[in-house]
C-alpha cells in the first residue's frame, strides 16, 4: 500500500484522528524540553510553500537579541583540517632559516617529546617568501599571496593553544573541549542567536570532498543540548541539497498530506518518549525541508551569479573550483539569514602533512587561497591598492 493510499484510507475509516494520552509529567517535560512539538503547531499552519514564515515567538530557531549590541551578525567558520602551519603563513621566525638542520637548543629539549614520538629531530628550514601587507604591516607568506591582499581586514591571534593533538584537537578546535558530547560552536551560536530566516536551516556545514572529517559530524552536533541546534549536511558539487525538488507528478497538497501524517506519526511516538530531542529535531527536519522547496533552490542557484564574481572566488580554477564553490554558496547562505556556515578544507585530514609539507601545503593552499581571498572581498582591496599596498617587499622579520 502506498504513502497516500494509506493516508486516504486512515480518512475514509475516520482514522485521521491521533489520541494523545498525555499525562501531567508528560505535558511539563514537553513544555520544558520538546521544543520541536511547542513549534509544530505554528509549522503545521503553513499550508503553502509561499506561506508566511511560523510565528517566531515559539520556534526554538527564532531571531534572539544578543547581551550586548554586536557587528557580526553571523559566521562563517573556515575549518582546514589537519591544520596549515603557521610558521608557512602569519608567523615567520627568522631564526629558523640560520638553524636549519641543526638540532633543538638544549633549552627546547628538556622533557620536549615531539608531536609524533620522534627525538632529537633536525629543525626544517623556512623555505617561505615573506612580506609585510597593508597598513598594519602584517607579515604573510606566499602561500597566502591572495588573502594577503585583506591584510588589514583580518586578525591574527598569536596567543591560541590546545590540551590535545589529531582527534581530541579538532573536537577542541569545534566544540572548545578535547572531551566527546560538548555542542559545536555552531549549535551553541544557533541557540544563542537563532536564525534570522525561518526557511532555511541556522547552522550549516559543508567539506571539499567525500572524506571523513577527524570525529565526523561531533564537530557539528549539538551535544548535550536538544538536537534542533546541530548543524545541517549541504553537499559539495553543482546539486548541494539532495532530493531537494519535489518529483514530477507529485503535488503540492500531496506533499503536505505526506508531511502531516509523518508528523502524527512521529508526535505519536515522540510522547512516550520526550527525553529524546531527535525526535523533536527530526519533526522539525521535516518541516524545514518542506519550507525550503520554496526558497533553497534560489539560495544554491549559482548560476546567477556574475562571471566576474565566479573569478574572484576562484571558480575559474578547476583546482580552487570545490572550495571557491562552497565560499559562493556560504555567502548566499549568510545574505538570506543562516547564522553560521563552516566550511571544512582537506577533509579526511589532508592538511595533515608529515611528510611532503611543500607539496601538501602548495596544493591546498592553492585550492583555498583565491576562493577566502574573495570571501573577504578581495575586490575591494585592489582599488586601495593606490594609497597603500606590500611594503618592505624585499625585507625579513
Same mark, same amino acid.
Given at each position: 500500500?502506498?504513502? /497516500?493510499?494509506?493516508?486516504?484510507?486512515?480518512?475514509? @475509516?475516520?482514522?485521521?484522528?491521533?489520541?494523545?494520552?498525555?499525562? +501531567?509529567?508528560?505535558?511539563?517535560?514537553?513544555?520544558?524540553?520538546?521544543?520541536?512539538?511547542?513549534?509544530?503547531?505554528?509549522?503545521?499552519a503553513?499550508?503553502s510553500? *509561499?506561506? #508566511?514564515?511560523?510565528?517566531?515567538?515559539?520556534?526554538?530557531?527564532?531571531?534572539?537579541?544578543?547581551?550586548y549590541?554586536?557587528?557580526?551578525?553571523?559566521?562563517?567558520?573556515?575549518?582546514?583540517?589537519?591544520g596549515p602551519?603557521?610558521l608557512?603563513? /602569519?608567523?615567520?621566525?627568522? %631564526?629558523?632559516?640560520?638553524?636549519?638542520?641543526?638540532?633543538l637548543?638544549?633549552?627546547?629539549?628538556?622533557?620536549?617529546?615531539?608531536?609524533?614520538?620522534?627525538?632529537?629531530s633536525?629543525?626544517?628550514?623556512d623555505?617561505?617568501?615573506?612580506?609585510?601587507?597593508?597598513? *598594519?604591516?602584517?607579515?604573510?607568506?606566499d602561500?597566502?599571496?591572495?588573502?594577503?591582499e585583506?591584510?588589514?581586514?583580518?586578525?591574527?591571534?598569536? *596567543?591560541?593553544?590546545?590540551?590535545?593533538?589529531?582527534?581530541?584537537g =579538532?573536537?577542541?578546535?569545534?566544540?572548545?573541549s578535547?572531551?566527546?558530547?560538548?555542542?559545536?560552536?555552531?549549535a551553541?551560536? *544557533?541557540?544563542?542567536l537563532?536564525?534570522l530566516?525561518?526557511?532555511?536551516?541556522?547552522?550549516?556545514?559543508?567539506?571539499?570532498?567525500?572524506?571523513?572529517?577527524?570525529?565526523?559530524?561531533?564537530?557539528?552536533g549539538?551535544?548535550?543540548?536538544?538536537?534542533?541546534?546541530?548543524?545541517?549536511?549541504?553537499?559539495?558539487?553543482?546539486?548541494? !541539497?539532495?532530493?531537494?525538488?519535489t518529483?514530477?507528478? =507529485?503535488?503540492?497538497?500531496?506533499?503536505?498530506?505526506k508531511?502531516?501524517?509523518?508528523s #502524527?506519526?512521529?508526535?505519536?511516538?515522540?510522547?512516550?518518549?520526550?527525553?529524546?530531542?531527535?525526535?523533536?529535531?527530526?519533526?522539525?527536519?521535516?518541516?524545514?525541508?518542506?519550507?525550503?522547496?520554496a526558497?533553497?533552490?534560489?539560495?544554491?542557484d549559482?548560476?546567477?551569479?556574475?562571471?566576474?564574481?565566479?573569478?574572484?572566488?576562484?571558480?575559474?580554477?578547476p583546482?580552487?573550483?570545490?572550495?571557491?564553490?562552497?565560499?559562493?554558496? %556560504?555567502?548566499?547562505? !549568510?545574505?538570506r539569514?543562516?547564522? /553560521?556556515?563552516?566550511?571544512?578544507?582537506?577533509? &579526511?585530514s589532508?592538511?595533515?602533512?608529515?611528510?611532503?609539507?611543500?607539496?601538501?601545503?602548495?596544493?591546498?593552499?592553492?585550492?583555498?587561497?583565491?576562493?577566502?581571498?574573495?570571501?573577504? &572581498? +578581495?575586490a575591494? @582591496?585592489?582599488?586601495?591598492?593606490?594609497?597603500?599596498?606590500?611594503?618592505?617587499?624585499?625585507?625579513?622579520?
Amino acid at each position: 500500500m502506498s504513502l /497516500f493510499t494509506l493516508i486516504n484510507a486512515m480518512g475514509k @475509516y475516520g482514522c485521521n484522528q491521533v489520541d494523545w494520552a498525555v499525562s +501531567r509529567r508528560d505535558f511539563l517535560t514537553k513544555t520544558g524540553a520538546g521544543f520541536g512539538a511547542v513549534a509544530l503547531s505554528s509549522l503545521l499552519a503553513e499550508h503553502s510553500l *509561499s506561506a #508566511a514564515p511560523a510565528t517566531l515567538g515559539v520556534a526554538p530557531l527564532a531571531p534572539k537579541p544578543g547581551h550586548y549590541p554586536a557587528k557580526a551578525k553571523s559566521v562563517i567558520f573556515l575549518f582546514m583540517e589537519g591544520g596549515p602551519s603557521h610558521l608557512d603563513t /602569519f608567523d615567520p621566525k627568522a %631564526a629558523l632559516r640560520k638553524q636549519a638542520g641543526k638540532s633543538l637548543p638544549p633549552s627546547f629539549t628538556k622533557g620536549l617529546i615531539t608531536a609524533m614520538g620522534e627525538y632529537d629531530s633536525p629543525i626544517f628550514p623556512d623555505k617561505r617568501e615573506w612580506k609585510q601587507w597593508g597598513q *598594519s604591516g602584517l607579515w604573510i607568506s606566499d602561500w597566502c599571496k591572495h588573502v594577503a591582499e585583506a591584510a588589514d581586514d583580518i586578525a591574527v591571534l598569536r *596567543s591560541c593553544w590546545a590540551n590535545g593533538i589529531p582527534s581530541n584537537g =579538532v573536537c577542541q578546535m569545534n566544540t572548545g573541549s578535547i572531551l566527546a558530547g560538548r555542542p559545536s560552536l555552531g549549535a551553541w551560536v *544557533s541557540y544563542g542567536l537563532g536564525t534570522l530566516n525561518q526557511n532555511l536551516p541556522a547552522f550549516v556545514t559543508m567539506q571539499d570532498n567525500n572524506g571523513t572529517v577527524v570525529n565526523g559530524p561531533r564537530n557539528w552536533g549539538a551535544g548535550f543540548m536538544p538536537a534542533v541546534y546541530q548543524g545541517t549536511r549541504i553537499l559539495p558539487g553543482s546539486e548541494p !541539497i539532495a532530493n531537494l525538488n519535489t518529483p514530477e507528478g =507529485v503535488s503540492e497538497e500531496q506533499q503536505r498530506g505526506k508531511l502531516d501524517f509523518l508528523s #502524527a506519526v512521529n508526535r505519536q511516538h515522540a510522547t512516550a518518549r520526550p527525553q529524546q530531542t531527535e525526535l523533536d529535531a527530526r519533526i522539525a527536519a521535516y518541516e524545514l525541508a518542506f519550507r525550503m522547496q520554496a526558497e533553497a533552490p534560489d539560495a544554491v542557484d549559482l548560476s546567477k551569479e556574475t562571471a566576474a564574481t565566479k573569478k574572484l572566488y576562484g571558480m575559474d580554477d578547476p583546482v580552487a573550483a570545490p572550495f571557491g564553490r562552497m565560499c559562493l554558496l %556560504a555567502r548566499r547562505l !549568510i545574505e538570506r539569514g543562516v547564522r /553560521f556556515v563552516q566550511l571544512y578544507s582537506g577533509a &579526511g585530514s589532508k592538511w595533515d602533512a608529515h611528510s611532503g609539507i611543500e607539496k601538501n601545503h602548495g596544493d591546498r593552499f592553492q585550492e583555498t587561497d583565491q576562493p577566502i581571498a574573495g570571501l573577504l &572581498g +578581495r575586490a575591494a @582591496y585592489w582599488t586601495r591598492r593606490s594609497s597603500f599596498g606590500a611594503v618592505n617587499s624585499d625585507a625579513r622579520p
